[in-house]
């Protein structure tokens, strides 16, 4: 395995890489780091060059001082390595993260695997997720770490519908390190730059061969999210993972990694 700082955009990108063969670039979930993809890693390093990094301002990457896009990020690290072409997985934000990378860079994206995806310009939040909302404000601002940590472990771990203890408890604890870990973190000075159009509106231009994979127990958005992507984008395949809420790599790795595998091959 091959580590490292790449040195992009007024800013320093922690990056991991193993494996031969095709590039294979994973993006994260906010507010987390590339160690969520702790069980994909190796396994899919038998088969791929993986890639996986922590963005600016999570894990060991350093925050931008300076306004950003992270899908410059991205390009930027790829052109780093000297990749020119990459399967991309990106789950929630990362998601709608690797949907605009692939919209402003066809030609670097081989296929596409959207996981528990966002999608910017979506208006439709259940009940459920607006009673998270209004709970996370609620949250005090100085020593409300640990009930704003509980707090996500149950909204974003076990889900609207399921109790934190239905779940393996090593689960919840990874989870919980990566909240901690990453919500204790300075900000940086620099404004996130978004793409001009939301990508809701420019979805159906994403040409590449595409997977879906949704989960079932999560805020019903989500679900609906990946229904309406499916519509859109006419390579798409969904998949559903029965019984999973949103990190759905992490609640049921073996599952998610033969769904994966078998799309990829």
């Given at each position: 395995m091959k580590t490292g700082f790449a040195e992009i955009n007024g800013t320093s990108l922690y990056y991991e890489t193993k494996g031969e063969g095709q590039p294979l670039l994973m993006v994260h979930g906010y507010p987390l780091d590339s160690s969520m993809w702790d069980a994909q890693f190796e396994e899919f390093a038998k088969h791929f060059q993986v890639i996986r990094f922590d963005s600016a301002g999570s894990g060991q990457s350093r925050a931008h001082d300076n306004d950003f896009s992270l899908v410059d990020d991205i390009k930027g690290l790829l052109e780093y390595l000297g990749v020119q072409k990459v399967h991309l997985i990106g789950l929630s934000v990362g998601g709608n993260l690797s949907m605009d990378f692939t919209l402003a860079n066809?030609?670097?994206?081989?296929?596409?695997?959207?996981?528990?995806?966002?999608?910017?310009?979506?208006?439709?939040?259940?009940?459920?997720?607006?009673?998270?909302?209004?709970?996370?404000?609620?949250?005090?601002?100085?020593?409300?770490?640990?009930?704003?940590?509980?707090?996500?472990?149950?909204?974003?771990?076990?889900?609207?519908?399921?109790?934190?203890?239905?779940?393996?408890?090593?689960?919840?604890?990874?989870?919980?390190?990566?909240?901690?870990?990453?919500?204790?973190?300075?900000?940086?000075?620099?404004?996130?730059?978004?793409?001009?159009?939301?990508?809701?509106?420019?979805?159906?231009?994403?040409?590449?061969?595409?997977?879906?994979?949704?989960?079932?127990?999560?805020?019903?958005?989500?679900?609906?999210?990946?229904?309406?992507?499916?519509?859109?984008?006419?390579?798409?395949?969904?998949?559903?993972?029965?019984?999973?809420?949103?990190?759905?790599?992490?609640e049921k790795p073996s599952e998610f990694n033969r769904l994966v595998l078998s799309f990829l091959k």
């Open positions: 066809p030609e670097m994206v081989d296929k596409l695997i959207l996981v528990s995806t966002g999608l910017l310009g979506w208006s439709e939040f259940s009940l459920e997720r607006q009673e998270y909302q209004a709970k996370l404000k609620e949250c005090p601002q100085s020593d409300g770490l640990t009930e704003v940590v509980n707090l996500m472990c149950k909204a974003w771990a076990a889900g609207p519908f399921r109790s934190v203890d239905e779940l393996s408890q090593d689960f919840i604890e990874k989870y919980s390190i990566m909240l901690r870990t990453n919500l204790t973190k300075e900000n940086g000075k620099g404004k996130m730059i978004l793409p001009e159009t939301k990508t809701i509106d420019v979805a159906e231009n994403i040409k590449v061969p595409t997977l879906i994979v949704s989960p079932d127990v999560d805020f019903p958005e989500f679900s609906a999210i990946s229904q309406f992507l499916h519509e859109k984008i006419r390579a798409s395949k969904m998949a559903v993972i029965p019984g999973t809420a949103h990190m759905i790599n992490m």
